[in-house]
Protein backbone atom coordinates (compact mmCIF):
# COMPACT_ATOMS: atom_id res chain seq x y z
CA UNK A 1 0.00 0.00 0.00
CA UNK A 2 1.29 2.95 -0.86
CA UNK A 3 2.51 5.79 2.12
CA UNK A 4 1.75 9.03 1.43
CA UNK A 5 4.03 11.01 4.20
CA UNK A 6 7.89 11.29 4.41
CA UNK A 7 9.34 8.50 6.89
CA UNK A 8 11.43 10.54 9.14
CA UNK A 9 12.40 10.74 12.49
CA UNK A 10 10.27 9.22 15.15
CA UNK A 11 8.23 7.41 12.82
CA UNK A 12 11.00 6.04 11.18
CA UNK A 13 13.14 4.48 13.72
CA UNK A 14 9.88 3.11 14.95
CA UNK A 15 9.50 1.27 11.62
CA UNK A 16 12.65 0.28 11.72
CA UNK A 17 12.29 -1.58 14.85
CA UNK A 18 9.19 -2.94 13.83
CA UNK A 19 10.78 -4.31 10.27
CA UNK A 20 13.78 -5.63 12.20
CA UNK A 21 11.48 -8.41 13.80
CA UNK A 22 9.61 -8.80 10.60
CA UNK A 23 12.33 -9.12 7.85
CA UNK A 24 15.59 -10.77 7.88
CA UNK A 25 16.64 -9.69 4.17
CA UNK A 26 17.05 -5.99 2.86
CA UNK A 27 18.69 -5.14 -0.94
CA UNK A 28 19.76 -1.74 -2.21
CA UNK A 29 20.17 -0.66 -5.33
CA UNK A 30 23.22 0.67 -7.28
CA UNK A 31 22.56 3.03 -10.26
CA UNK A 32 24.58 2.55 -13.74
CA UNK A 33 26.22 5.79 -14.94
CA UNK A 34 24.23 6.31 -18.01
CA UNK A 35 26.79 8.62 -19.41
CA UNK A 36 29.90 6.26 -18.51
CA UNK A 37 31.69 6.75 -22.21
CA UNK A 38 32.05 10.51 -21.38
CA UNK A 39 32.64 9.73 -17.44
CA UNK A 40 35.58 7.42 -18.95
CA UNK A 41 36.90 9.87 -21.34
CA UNK A 42 36.88 12.55 -18.30
CA UNK A 43 38.70 10.78 -16.21
CA UNK A 44 41.03 9.43 -18.48
CA UNK A 45 41.82 13.21 -19.13
CA UNK A 46 42.01 14.26 -15.79
CA UNK A 47 43.75 11.61 -14.10
CA UNK A 48 46.41 11.07 -16.50
CA UNK A 49 47.36 14.62 -16.70
CA UNK A 50 48.05 15.35 -13.16
CA UNK A 51 49.16 11.49 -12.51
CA UNK A 52 46.50 11.07 -9.86
CA UNK A 53 45.36 7.60 -8.28
CA UNK A 54 41.74 6.89 -6.92
CA UNK A 55 43.79 7.02 -3.48
CA UNK A 56 44.72 10.23 -4.39
CA UNK A 57 41.10 11.76 -5.58
CA UNK A 58 39.67 9.89 -2.02
CA UNK A 59 42.40 12.13 -0.18
CA UNK A 60 41.61 15.10 -2.07
CA UNK A 61 38.35 15.43 -2.28
CA UNK A 62 36.20 18.44 -1.07
CA UNK A 63 34.39 21.37 -2.44
CA UNK A 64 37.54 23.02 -2.89
CA UNK A 65 39.24 20.43 -4.95
CA UNK A 66 35.75 20.08 -7.16
CA UNK A 67 36.57 23.75 -7.87
CA UNK A 68 40.02 23.51 -8.60
CA UNK A 69 39.10 20.47 -11.28
CA UNK A 70 36.61 22.16 -12.42
CA UNK A 71 38.50 25.80 -13.56
CA UNK A 72 41.49 23.69 -15.02
CA UNK A 73 39.44 21.50 -17.34
CA UNK A 74 36.64 23.44 -18.08
CA UNK A 75 37.76 24.52 -21.35
CA UNK A 76 40.02 21.42 -21.82
CA UNK A 77 39.93 20.37 -25.61
CA UNK A 78 40.41 16.81 -25.17
CA UNK A 79 37.10 16.78 -22.89
CA UNK A 80 35.28 19.54 -25.18
CA UNK A 81 36.08 18.31 -28.59
CA UNK A 82 32.56 19.12 -30.21
CA UNK A 83 31.46 22.92 -30.21
CA UNK A 84 28.51 23.98 -28.11
CA UNK A 85 26.17 26.63 -28.33
CA UNK A 86 24.59 27.39 -25.05
CA UNK A 87 21.53 29.80 -24.21
CA UNK A 88 23.16 31.41 -21.37
CA UNK A 89 26.63 31.25 -18.64
CA UNK A 90 24.64 29.35 -16.21
CA UNK A 91 24.04 26.83 -18.99
CA UNK A 92 27.78 26.92 -20.13
CA UNK A 93 28.77 26.11 -16.30
CA UNK A 94 26.61 23.22 -15.71
CA UNK A 95 27.25 21.80 -18.71
CA UNK A 96 31.21 21.59 -18.15
CA UNK A 97 30.80 21.15 -14.44
CA UNK A 98 28.73 17.69 -15.79
CA UNK A 99 32.17 17.17 -17.29
CA UNK A 100 34.67 17.67 -15.09
CA UNK A 101 34.22 18.25 -10.99
CA UNK A 102 30.96 16.24 -11.50
CA UNK A 103 33.09 13.10 -12.81
CA UNK A 104 35.16 13.20 -10.29
CA UNK A 105 32.02 13.17 -7.92
CA UNK A 106 31.24 10.03 -9.72
CA UNK A 107 34.02 8.34 -9.63
CA UNK A 108 34.14 9.31 -5.27
CA UNK A 109 30.93 8.29 -5.04
CA UNK A 110 31.34 4.65 -6.92
CA UNK A 111 34.57 4.06 -4.72
CA UNK A 112 32.64 4.64 -1.36
CA UNK A 113 30.11 2.23 -2.71
CA UNK A 114 32.94 -0.56 -3.52
CA UNK A 115 34.50 -0.17 0.11
CA UNK A 116 31.14 -0.11 1.48
CA UNK A 117 30.49 -3.54 -0.43
CA UNK A 118 33.87 -4.72 0.34
CA UNK A 119 33.13 -3.91 4.29
CA UNK A 120 29.40 -5.88 4.04
CA UNK A 121 30.63 -9.14 2.03
CA UNK A 122 29.85 -11.44 4.75
CA UNK A 123 26.47 -10.36 4.66
CA UNK A 124 25.82 -10.19 1.13
CA UNK A 125 23.67 -12.96 -0.29
CA UNK A 126 23.12 -11.94 -4.16
CA UNK A 127 23.57 -9.67 -6.80
CA UNK A 128 20.68 -8.93 -9.11
CA UNK A 129 21.69 -7.86 -12.75
CA UNK A 130 19.36 -5.47 -14.08
CA UNK A 131 19.51 -4.54 -17.65
CA UNK A 132 19.61 -0.54 -17.71
CA UNK A 133 20.94 0.44 -21.33
CA UNK A 134 22.69 -0.11 -24.55
CA UNK A 135 24.75 2.70 -25.72
CA UNK A 136 25.90 3.82 -29.06
CA UNK A 137 28.73 1.32 -29.50
CA UNK A 138 26.52 -1.42 -28.91
CA UNK A 139 27.80 -1.91 -24.93
CA UNK A 140 24.94 -3.16 -22.71
CA UNK A 141 24.84 -1.72 -19.26
CA UNK A 142 23.52 -3.02 -16.16
CA UNK A 143 22.60 -1.47 -12.78
CA UNK A 144 22.52 -4.10 -9.50
CA UNK A 145 20.55 -4.83 -6.70
CA UNK A 146 22.28 -6.43 -3.51
CA UNK A 147 20.22 -8.36 -1.19
CA UNK A 148 21.75 -8.42 2.02
CA UNK A 149 21.14 -10.53 5.70
CA UNK A 150 20.22 -7.92 8.21
CA UNK A 151 22.93 -8.01 11.27
CA UNK A 152 23.42 -5.83 13.68
CA UNK A 153 25.87 -4.25 12.84
CA UNK A 154 23.74 -3.25 9.68
CA UNK A 155 20.79 -2.95 11.63
CA UNK A 156 22.54 -0.40 13.66
CA UNK A 157 23.70 1.70 10.44
CA UNK A 158 20.08 1.58 9.11
CA UNK A 159 19.16 3.43 12.12
CA UNK A 160 21.63 5.79 11.59
CA UNK A 161 20.03 7.30 8.78
CA UNK A 162 17.02 10.01 8.93
CA UNK A 163 15.12 8.65 6.91
CA UNK A 164 13.65 5.83 4.49
CA UNK A 165 14.93 7.65 2.04
CA UNK A 166 18.43 8.76 2.83
CA UNK A 167 19.76 5.97 0.81
CA UNK A 168 20.68 8.68 -2.01
CA UNK A 169 23.81 10.72 -1.38
CA UNK A 170 27.38 10.61 -3.57
CA UNK A 171 28.65 7.36 -2.40
CA UNK A 172 25.72 5.86 -1.23
CA UNK A 173 23.42 2.60 -2.78
CA UNK A 174 19.82 3.90 -3.26
CA UNK A 175 16.41 2.18 -2.68
CA UNK A 176 16.31 0.06 0.46
CA UNK A 177 13.56 -2.44 0.75
CA UNK A 178 13.03 -5.36 3.40
CA UNK A 179 11.95 -8.97 2.85
CA UNK A 180 10.35 -11.25 5.15
CA UNK A 181 12.21 -14.87 5.62
CA UNK A 182 9.90 -16.32 2.76
CA UNK A 183 11.08 -14.02 0.62
CA UNK A 184 8.16 -11.60 0.20
CA UNK A 185 9.03 -7.88 -0.03
CA UNK A 186 6.95 -6.23 2.75
CA UNK A 187 8.91 -2.26 1.54
CA UNK A 188 10.02 -1.23 -0.93
CA UNK A 189 11.40 2.31 -1.64
CA UNK A 190 12.49 4.92 -3.97
CA UNK A 191 14.47 7.42 -3.18
CA UNK A 192 14.59 10.25 -5.52
CA UNK A 193 11.10 9.66 -5.64
CA UNK A 194 10.21 9.74 -1.88
CA UNK A 195 8.12 6.78 -2.86
CA UNK A 196 7.26 4.49 -0.59
CA UNK A 197 4.67 0.86 -0.42
CA UNK A 198 4.63 -1.36 2.10
CA UNK A 199 2.62 -4.67 1.84
CA UNK A 200 0.81 -5.01 4.98
CA UNK A 201 0.11 -8.38 5.93
CA UNK A 202 -3.26 -7.96 7.57
CA UNK A 203 -5.86 -5.50 8.69
CA UNK A 204 -4.15 -5.22 12.23
CA UNK A 205 -0.57 -4.84 11.43
CA UNK A 206 -2.48 -1.65 9.26
CA UNK A 207 -3.69 -0.40 12.18
CA UNK A 208 -0.45 -0.56 14.25
CA UNK A 209 1.44 1.26 11.10
CA UNK A 210 -1.06 3.51 11.60
CA UNK A 211 -0.56 4.28 14.94
CA UNK A 212 3.33 4.73 14.98
CA UNK A 213 2.66 7.48 12.49
CA UNK A 214 2.79 5.84 8.91
CA UNK A 215 -0.10 7.99 6.61
CA UNK A 216 -1.94 5.75 3.72
CA UNK A 217 -2.71 6.83 0.17
CA UNK A 218 -5.72 4.52 1.16
CA UNK A 219 -7.55 4.73 4.02
CA UNK A 220 -8.88 0.97 4.27
CA UNK A 221 -6.41 -1.82 4.28
CA UNK A 222 -6.61 -4.12 0.78
CA UNK A 223 -4.77 -7.55 0.98
CA UNK A 224 -2.70 -8.36 -1.73
CA UNK A 225 -2.23 -11.89 -3.24
CA UNK A 226 1.42 -13.55 -2.78
CA UNK A 227 1.65 -13.29 -6.58
CA UNK A 228 0.99 -9.71 -6.69
CA UNK A 229 4.41 -8.98 -4.01
CA UNK A 230 8.28 -9.73 -5.31
CA UNK A 231 9.54 -12.15 -4.03
CA UNK A 232 13.80 -12.62 -4.26
CA UNK A 233 13.97 -16.49 -3.62
CA UNK A 234 12.51 -16.91 -7.11
CA UNK A 235 14.62 -15.01 -8.62
CA UNK A 236 17.73 -16.80 -6.77
CA UNK A 237 15.98 -20.10 -7.79
CA UNK A 238 15.39 -18.80 -11.20
CA UNK A 239 19.87 -18.90 -11.45
Known amino acids: MLVN ?8 IKLMNYI ?16 AK ?17 EDIMEKYSEEFLNEIYEKYKDNEQIFNKPRVFNSQQDEEIYKSSLTSHKIAILYGKQIEKNWLQSNKDSLIFTQKEYYYTDEDGVDYYNDIYYFKLTNKLKQEILEKKSIYDWLNIGSLEDICFYKPDGNCWLESVSHENLCL ?3 DSQEEFEY ?9 KKQYEPL ?6 NFHSLMNSD
Open 20 to 35: FQKCDVFSLFRLEDYH
Open 198 to 200: IYC
Open 209 to 217: LKSIGIKFH
Open 5 to 12: NIIDGEIY
Open 38 to 54: STKNSLDVILSTENYTV
Open 225 to 230: SSDDIF
